[in-house]
């Protein structure tokens, strides 16, 4: 298993502002994945990010509003940009197990956009 | 494309109360079927898993079959205790199409004393 650490655990931010979110992982992985859950929603996944290349982006989610970091095996970033109260939501970090079909998740970030 | 529907909640019990939480799923190819849980102020969890049509997943009490003919998969508990108050995804993942998983809502449970 992986055990999957983020920080900030939560935050309140102001309209038109950034943060960004951090995530570790023990081990070392190849794909990491970032997952917005919004109240009472199931999980929408952003993006997915490989080491040494850019990031993936799902329909509807763009590098400028939520750029991605993935500096090496065990740590990404998450930006969201330009915040708006659409954008509070709780932010997951996931990656595979050695299986590659179940996922381990980090804590998640709540996130409040006053 | 896939999708996965789960009944909706909150599901209210009883402490010792028998749980099902219905999950049905449409999937290109031959899906691997999980049920993850998220306890308060926590990430998902996997729960149990089932790779192929038939197999039970199983775990801490928790059982649910992958049933083809039914495109279901939904989640059984015996005696459910208040420690299982939490929210509940059903997701599936497609061996024959996009590595990326596909959630249901989550149906949140409250087990009461």
């Known amino acids: 298993s992986a055990v999957i650490s983020q920080k900030p655990s939560r935050d309140i931010c102001q309209r038109g502002t950034s943060l960004t979110i951090q995530c570790q992982v023990d081990s070392q992985v190849t794909m990491m994945f970032w997952y917005r859950q919004q109240p009472g929603q199931s999980l929408t996944l952003i993006a997915t990010a490989n080491q040494g290349s850019e990031a993936t982006y799902e329909s509807g989610f763009v590098i400028d509003k939520f750029p991605i970091s993935r500096p090496n095996l065990t740590f990404s970033t998450l930006t969201v940009s330009n915040m708006s109260p659409e954008d509070s939501s709780i932010y997951l970090c996931?990656?595979?197990?050695?299986?590659?079909?179940?996922?381990?998740f980090g804590p998640g970030t709540r996130l409040t956009v006053l | 494309g896939n999708s996965v529907t789960q009944m909706e909640g909150p599901v209210t019990l009883s402490e010792e109360a028998f749980l099902t939480i219905n999950c049905t799923y449409t999937?290109?190819?031959?899906?691997?079927l999980f049920w993850y849980v998220q306890y308060p102020g926590e990430g998902l969890q996997l729960l149990l898993k089932a790779t192929k049509a038939d197999d039970k997943g199983s775990n801490k009490g928790f059982e649910a079959t992958y049933r083809k003919e039914t495109t279901s998969f939904h989640l059984e508990k015996g005696s459910v205790q208040v420690s299982d108050s939490a929210v509940y995804f059903c997701a599936l993942r497609s061996s024959g199409g996009s590595y990326i998983p596909t959630f249901g809502r989550g149906t949140s449970l409250i087990v009461h004393p």
């Open positions: 996931s990656v595979d197990g050695t299986s590659y079909d179940e996922q381990f």
């Open positions: 999937a290109t190819g031959y899906p691997s």
